[in-house]
């Protein structure tokens, strides 16, 4: 038995959370620098945005399987002693991603007007929806290359070098869209044209970083149809998982559809403001992949339990830190965001319910990276499903029975932080307390 100090065990937590945390905000960062510049364009562009970002999200997030299947996969063989083998995982996984992303391109790009007319907004929001979410395919096979690229390095225990290549494409991107919107006068379509320019160069940077890896143990660089087949399997209930991930928020964005287009795009801040915490907390949770696939591949047990108590409670305390910064700025922060004051007036009490739900949302995702580094994938596609039920009901009554203008908006915020994000706790909790998940072997 080779249990792990606290102190050792933390600075290692630390050691992969940190940059991991400045590279998973760099995401949500794209989305608020489009928010705060499209947002002062107008109501009609920044409600827009909310749709095709919705749209967008839920194409993005249905294949972020690419980089959870692909981070254990790696740690599992590392933490067994097969470092060519790590890295030929990674490979196949990227080139499972771009074959994946092409398709989906062409596909979204000719579906795009049909997508957006689900929502129902008006014919103003609607054009602007149309305008940055066809752009915007021209970028997501990039996205998804960046997301299993990412996956490689996260399993070899590197979340240093994901770090400075999202903090690159992120001060890149807010240089192109300030020239594509302002100077070159291309409104909304210039957010969505820097953003896929942004994001191919973050391409060229990993691709140049993955290659060297591949030399250096030897690994092929051509993909492996069994590699291939190995990652899309084990996606697969990574991907109902996520399915379920996205049909709450999708859930929710037409809630707010139908409370209105103010509703809607001061709904889209908060839901921006939510995804920039979930990053930020999910650090926590890469570092838990990393770890815990690591130390199921050299089956140690008793290392793999106290990586989930000690990650657990930095989750918490991280949330309580951040949930406070947000509910302290949540009166002044609407104005970052928008230039109209009816929207800005709806802000305050959804950003404040979004701030005093970030502890509960630290312990769920911590515990959901945990299970996701076992390959526990099965068991989270399950109650996804079941996670999403609970909350169906409560989304439809707060549009039905909530008050107008900002009670509303807050009604349906509280629904998706607290009856959502909880039913996920307890779910995830009452797996974590079993030993069903914590399977050794390179291979689960």
């Known amino acids: 038995m080779n249990v792990l100090p606290r102190r050792p065990l933390d600075r290692e937590i630390l050691r992969l959370a940190v940059p991991a945390l400045g590279a998973l905000v760099a995401e949500p960062l794209f989305l608020l620098a489009d928010s705060a510049m499209v947002g002062h364009l107008g109501v009609a562009p920044l409600a827009g945005l909310g749709i095709a970002s919705a749209v967008l999200q839920t194409i993005v997030g249905l294949m972020v399987f690419l980089a959870y299947s692909t981070t254990p996969a790696v740690a599992r063989k590392l933490g067994a002693g097969d470092e060519r083998g790590a890295v030929g995982a990674g490979v196949d996984g990227s080139w499972l991603a ?15 007007p049909v997508l957006v007319g689900l929502f129902g907004a008006s014919a103003e929001v609607a ?57 070159a006068g291309l409104g909304i379509a210039g957010s969505a044209l820097g953003t896929v320019v942004a994001q191919w160069a973050m391409v060229a940077v990993y691709a140049v970083i993955v290659v060297r890896h591949a030399r250096r143990v030897g690994s092929p660089l051509l993909p492996h ?16 998982r996520t399915a379920s991930l996205r049909a709450a928020m999708l859930l929710a964005v037409f809630c707010a559809t139908r409370l209105g287009p103010g509703e809607l795009a001061a709904f889209q801040v908060t839901m921006t403001v939510f995804a920039t915490l979930a990053f930020a907390l999910d650090a926590l949770a890469i570092a838990a992949q990393a770890l815990v696939g690591k ?17 657990v409670q930095w989750g918490l305390g991280a949330g309580v830190v951040l ?31 979004i701030g005093v739900s970030a ?45 107008p203008g900002a009670g509303g908006l807050a009604w349906l915020t509280a629904a998706f932080a607290f009856g959502y994000l909880g039913a996920r706790a307890l779910t995830l909790g009452l797996r974590a307390r079993t030993r069903a998940w914590m399977r050794v072997g390179a291979v689960r």
């Open 359 to 403: 502890p509960l949302g630290g312990y769920v995702f911590v515990l959901d990276g945990v299970l996701i580094g076992a390959g526990d994938a099965r068991y989270l596609a399950l109650t996804g499903v079941l996670n999403v039920a609970v909350f169906v009901p409560l989304a439809l009554a707060a549009v039905a029975w909530g008050p």
């Open 127 to 183: 054009a602007q929806a149309e305008t940055y979410l066809s752009i915007s395919m021209l970028g997501l096979p990039a996205m998804l290359l960046v997301f299993a690229m990412t996956g490689l390095l996260r399993g070899l225990q590197d979340t240093r070098t994901p770090l400075a290549v999202a903090v690159a494409g992120f001060g890149a991107n807010i240089l192109l869209n300030f020239c594509f919107i302002y100077l």
């Open 295 to 311: 130390g199921l591949g050299a089956g140690e047990l008793d290392d793999v339990r106290q990586v989930l108590r000690r990650c």
């Open 225 to 240: 149809h069994a590699g291939i087949g190995r990652t899309a399997r084990a996606g697969g209930w990574l991907f109902v």
């Open 323 to 353: 949930g406070a910064v947000t509910v302290a700025l949540s009166p002044v922060a609407a104005g970052l965001f928008t230039s109209d004051p009816s929207v800005a007036a709806l802000l305050p009490p959804a950003l404040t319910i």
């Open 98 to 112: 771009l074959g994946l992303g092409v398709v989906l391109a062409a596909a979204g790009w000719a579906a795009s």
